[in-house]
């Protein structure tokens, strides 16, 4: 079955610390991978995604993702994270023949000031 | 910005009751998405409309029902409501091509008790 993994559920870190939540998928064909965020109270927001090309992909508030194919993963990153980066984190994935969006658990990240 | 909109916000009901949950999709976007978001879980697709059609639908059974109207806004509803069935609901909406971003209501919270 199609499934997608994000390891961590809940990550803290201190302002300026560097961010890296790990995502990992099994699926067998061409896929496309986001990157969600969902900031206590808000809707679900689109941090980055990927189609084709480039596989290290840069989104808002400075996120940047890598689609590593052989390892099926696309870990997201951030190079010193602030408080207001507080928030939940889904990656999501979906075949690129596809309609249906398979998420993650999610991860919480809170970020201490 | 007209985003996406849903309505009720929250919702309690009975075992056994039916409940519909309503969406409007943001300007200019043709197809709706629901999906379900268990407390701790990613969001669970359930089925996509589109040109008033159910295009594809998620492992949920045929007590979650949907329609969409001819102003692209969409309807949810679930019949014989289970203790199971509390969750988030989220409504999405994009545009019908494959590589199209889904932009996320705040979604309905249903309580069933």
């Known amino acids: 079955a199609q499934s997608v993994s994000q390891h961590n559920h809940h990550v803290i870190l201190s302002e300026a610390a560097s961010l890296e939540l790990g995502c990992n998928y099994s699926?067998?064909?061409?896929?496309?991978l986001f990157w969600y965020v969902q900031y206590p109270g808000q809707h679900l927001q689109l941090l980055l995604k990927?189609?084709?090309?480039?596989?290290l992909v840069k989104g808002i508030k400075g996120f940047e993702a890598e689609f590593i194919k052989s390892k099926f993963s696309f870990n997201l990153r951030k190079p010193s994270v602030q408080w207001s980066d507080t928030a939940e984190y889904f990656c999501?994935?979906?075949?690129?023949?596809?309609?249906?969006?398979?998420f993650g658990s999610g991860t919480q990240l809170t970020v201490l000031p | 910005d007209a985003g996406v909109t849903q309505s009720p916000t929250h919702l309690i009901k009975t075992r056994g009751q039916q409940v519909t949950l309503r969406c409007s999709p943001k300007?200019?976007?043709?197809?709706v998405s629901w999906y379900q978001q268990a407390l701790g879980q990613g969001p669970q697709f359930i089925f996509q409309y589109y040109e008033e059609e159910e295009r594809q639908r998620g492992n949920f059974p045929d007590r979650f029902s949907g329609h969409q109207f001819p102003n692209y806004s969409s309807e949810l509803n679930v019949n014989a409501l289970l203790l199971g069935d509390s969750a988030l609901y989220l409504c999405?909406?994009?545009?019908?091509?494959?590589?199209?971003?889904?932009?996320f209501g705040n979604g309905t919270r249903l309580t069933v008790t």
């Open positions: 300007s200019g976007h043709d197809t």
């Open positions: 999501a994935v979906i075949l690129s023949s596809a309609r249906q969006l398979t």
């Open positions: 990927y189609f084709s090309g480039d596989p």
């Open positions: 999405a909406s994009s545009l019908q091509g494959l590589n199209s971003p889904l932009h």
């Open positions: 699926y067998g064909g061409t896929v496309n």
